[in-house]
C-alpha cells in the first residue's frame, strides 16, 4: 500500500527567504506526481505535474524534482512572498490509479 | 474555460439522511474522480468514473456511492448519514484515462452531519 510523507508538517519563514518542501513515497513503481496548493476551507489548486519519466517541473518561481528510485520529491520555492501562504500537498499516482495524498505542509510567509 | 464545479457549496444534514452532491468537470473532460478530507484521515480517495463506469473504488462503506452521466456530470450520494461523514467533499477531474493525466479540483462541498 502506497504511503505518502510530508516533512515538516508546518514552516514558516520570513518574506524573500528560498525555502524546500520535501515529500516521500513508499512505492516508487508510479505514474505521477502532483503538487498541490491548497487555501484554508477551499480546493485544490495544482501546481506542477511530474511524469514518472521526468526528473523536474518549473512554473516561475517553483521548481519541482522528483527522484523515482529513492521515493522523493521536492517542491522549491524561490522568493517567498506571503500570498504563497498556504498548505502544500504531494499526491502520487500509481499502480492503483488514484491519488494518495500527503498530510501536507502548512506554509506560513511573514512580511 | 471553466473549472470544476460542485453543487451545493455547503450542506447541513442529519444523523440517517441521505445527501446527494453533484460535479461537473471541465469541458472536455471525462473522467471523474471523488475524495474524502477530513482533519484526521486527510485526503482519502473515494471512487472514480469514466464514460458512466465506475472504474475504481476505494475504501468505503457501501453507504457511499456515485454514478456518471452521460456528459460526464457526476454525482456521489451518502446514505444512512453518520456523523463521521462531516467532511469537505472533493470531485477531480481529467481530460483522459491515463498515467499522464493531471487532476484538476473543483471548490468542494462542505458537508456537516449534526
Known amino acids: 500500500k502506497q504511503e505518502v510523507t510530508q516533512i515538516p508538517a508546518a514552516l514558516s519563514v520570513p518574506e524573500g527567504e528560498n525555502l524546500v518542501l520535501n515529500c516521500s513515497f513508499t512505492d516508487s513503481a508510479i505514474y505521477n506526481l502532483q503538487w498541490f496548493r491548497q487555501d484554508p476551507g477551499k480546493g485544490l489548486t495544482s501546481l506542477l505535474l511530474?511524469?514518472?519519466?521526468?526528473r523536474e517541473q518549473t512554473s516561475g518561481r517553483l521548481n519541482a524534482s522528483l527522484d523515482k528510485s529513492s521515493g522523493r520529491s521536492t517542491l522549491y520555492i524561490a522568493a517567498s512572498q506571503p500570498g504563497d501562504s498556504a498548505t502544500y500537498l504531494c499526491a502520487v499516482k500509481g499502480s492503483a490509479r488514484q491519488l494518495t495524498f500527503g498530510s501536507g505542509t502548512q506554509l506560513t510567509v511573514l512580511p | 474555460k471553466a473549472g470544476v464545479t460542485q453543487t451545493p457549496r455547503y450542506l447541513i444534514k442529519t444523523r440517517g439522511q441521505q445527501v446527494t452532491l453533484s460535479c461537473s468537470p471541465i469541458?472536455?473532460?471525462?473522467?471523474v474522480s471523488w475524495y474524502q478530507q477530513t482533519p484526521g484521515q486527510g485526503l482519502q480517495f473515494l471512487f472514480e468514473?469514466?464514460?458512466?463506469?465506475?472504474?475504481n473504488k476505494g475504501n468505503f462503506p457501501g453507504r457511499f456511492s456515485g454514478r456518471q452521466f452521460s456528459n460526464s456530470r457526476s454525482e456521489m450520494n451518502v446514505s444512512t448519514l453518520e456523523l463521521g461523514d462531516s467532511a469537505l467533499y472533493l470531485c477531480a477531474s481529467s481530460l483522459v484515462v491515463g498515467e499522464s493525466d493531471e487532476q484538476y479540483f473543483g471548490p468542494g462541498t462542505r458537508l456537516t452531519v449534526t
Open positions: 469541458s472536455g473532460h471525462r473522467s
Open positions: 468514473y469514466f464514460s458512466e463506469t465506475q472504474r
Open positions: 511530474i511524469q514518472s519519466s521526468q
